[in-house]
């Protein structure tokens, strides 16, 4: 009996590693992006702590240049914040097109598995039909014998 080959199997390694690729490539803008939302988180406490300080020596008077140094630092924090909640936006757009790839891979990859599936069935059929005809033909002459 002849073994099944399916002659599309490099095709479907090709398949499997570009899908893998895909995956990969998602999870470092997942990563990018969680790493960006803890940049934009740890700055914001900075930025409120600053805020408790300068609201603190406010109470108590404070110089007008360390004054200006303190709302420069604040400024220059809230510009910090806007830049990464800049790039966040950036990066989840990447992250849909990243997704739609993989989704787009996956789809490939299922349907060469599919038709590969569907042809070992095919293959099984007709191996299991010749069996079944080699059955046949033999049963066929020992009933040829007996009668002679």
């Not at 095709?11 to 990018?32: G, H, M, S, T």
């Not at 200006?68 to 990447?94: C, H, M, N, P, W």
Request: proline share 1%; glycine share 4%; hydrophobic share 30%.
């Amino acid at each position: 009996m002849k073994r099944f080959k399916f002659r599309l199997d490099p095709l479907v390694r090709y398949r499997e590693y570009r899908e893998r690729i895909a995956q990969i490539d998602l999870a470092r803008e997942i990563q990018a992006l969680i790493e960006t939302k803890n940049r934009i988180s740890g700055i914001e406490e900075i930025r409120r702590c600053a805020a408790s300080d300068l609201y603190g020596e406010q109470k108590e008077g404070i110089e007008v240049d360390r004054y200006r140094v303190f709302t420069a630092y604040l400024q220059g924090l809230r510009d910090e914040i806007d830049s990464e909640s800049g790039r966040l936006i950036e990066i989840g757009k990447r992250l849909k097109e990243k997704q739609r790839v993989v989704k787009a891979e996956t789809i490939k990859k299922k349907t060469l598995e599919r038709m590969k599936q569907n042809r070992y069935s095919k293959y099984l059929e007709r191996m299991n039909r010749i069996e079944q005809k080699a059955a046949d033909d033999l049963t066929g002459l020992r009933k040829k014998s007996e009668k002679v």
